[in-house]
C-alpha cells in the first residue's frame, strides 16, 4: 500500500517569506513518481512539480524548488518569496509504476497555505 | 486548448436517489481518471479508464461505477446515494498511456446529498 502524509495541516506567512512544505511517503514499488499539486479556492487542482524516484536531483523552477532524498522518503516543496496568489492548499501526491499502484495517485491530507500581506 | 471539463458543477440529490457525472478530458488525452474528496477522507482514487477500458479500481463500494467513451469522454454514476458521498468528485486527464505523466484536473462536481 502507498501512504503519503503531510505533517503540517497550516501555515501561515507574511508575504515575500519562504514556505517549506513536508511531505514523507511510504511505497513497495522500486519505482515511482512524486507530484506536488495547488489547490486554490475554486477548487480545481493545479500541477505544480513532478519528480521520479531514480532521479534524486532537485531543482528550482521559478520561486519552486524541491528537495527529495529517497533516503528519508521525503519530498519537500519550498515556496521563495511568498505571495498572496499562493494562499492554497498544497498536497503531495505518489503514483506507483508497473504494480497495482499504476495509473493512480495517492494523495496526504494537505498543508494549507496562508499568505497575508 | 480547453482544459479538462466537468458537468455539471454542483448538484444536489436525495439520500437513495442515484447521480451521473461527466468529464470531458483535455483534447486528446486519453486516460481519465476520477477521485473524490471529502474533508475527512481528503483525496482518494475511484477509477482510472484508457481507451474504454477499466484499468485500476480505488477501494469504494460497488454502488460507485463508471465508463468511457470512444471519444475519451467519461462519465461516472453512484446508485442509492448516501449522505456520506456528499464530496466534491474530481476528473483528470493525461495524454498518454504512461503513468508517468502528470494529471491535470478539472474544476470539479460538488455533489450535496440530503
Known amino acids: 500500500a502507498q501512504k503519503v502524509t503531510q505533517a503540517q495541516t497550516e501555515i501561515s506567512v507574511v508575504e515575500k517569506e519562504d514556505v517549506t512544505l513536508d511531505c514523507v511517503y511510504e511505497?513497495?514499488?522500486?519505482?515511482?513518481?512524486l507530484f506536488w499539486y495547488k489547490q486554490p479556492p475554486s477548487g480545481e487542482l493545479v500541477f505544480l512539480i513532478r519528480r521520479n524516484s531514480f532521479d534524486e536531483q532537485n531543482e528550482i523552477s521559478g520561486r519552486y524548488s524541491w528537495n527529495f532524498q529517497k533516503s528519508t522518503s521525503s519530498f519537500n516543496f519550498t515556496i521563495t518569496a511568498s505571495q498572496v496568489v499562493d494562499s492554497a492548499v498544497y498536497f503531495c501526491?505518489?503514483?506507483?509504476?508497473?504494480?497495482?499502484?499504476?495509473?493512480?495517485?495517492?494523495f496526504g491530507a494537505g498543508t494549507t497555505v496562508t499568505v497575508r500581506a | 486548448k480547453a482544459g479538462v471539463t466537468q458537468t455539471p458543477r454542483y448538484l444536489i440529490k436525495t439520500r437513495g436517489q442515484q447521480v451521473t457525472l461527466s468529464c470531458s478530458p483535455i483534447?486528446?488525452?486519453?486516460?481519465v481518471s476520477w477521485y473524490q474528496q471529502t474533508p475527512g477522507q481528503g483525496l482518494q482514487f475511484l477509477f482510472e479508464y484508457f481507451s474504454e477500458t477499466q484499468r485500476n479500481k480505488g477501494n469504494f463500494p460497488g454502488r460507485f461505477s463508471g465508463r468511457q467513451f470512444s471519444n475519451s469522454r467519461s462519465e461516472m454514476n453512484v446508485s442509492t446515494l448516501e449522505l456520506g458521498d456528499s464530496a466534491l468528485y474530481l476528473c483528470?486527464?493525461?495524454?498518454?498511456?504512461?503513468?508517468?505523466?502528470?494529471?491535470?484536473f478539472g474544476p470539479g462536481t460538488r455533489l450535496t446529498v440530503t
Open positions: 483528470a486527464s493525461k495524454t498518454r498511456d504512461t503513468f508517468t505523466l502528470e494529471q491535470y
Open positions: 483534447s486528446g488525452h486519453r486516460s
Open positions: 511505497t513497495r514499488d522500486t519505482t515511482y513518481y
Open positions: 501526491a505518489l503514483s506507483g509504476m508497473g504494480s497495482s499502484n499504476d495509473y493512480k495517485l495517492s
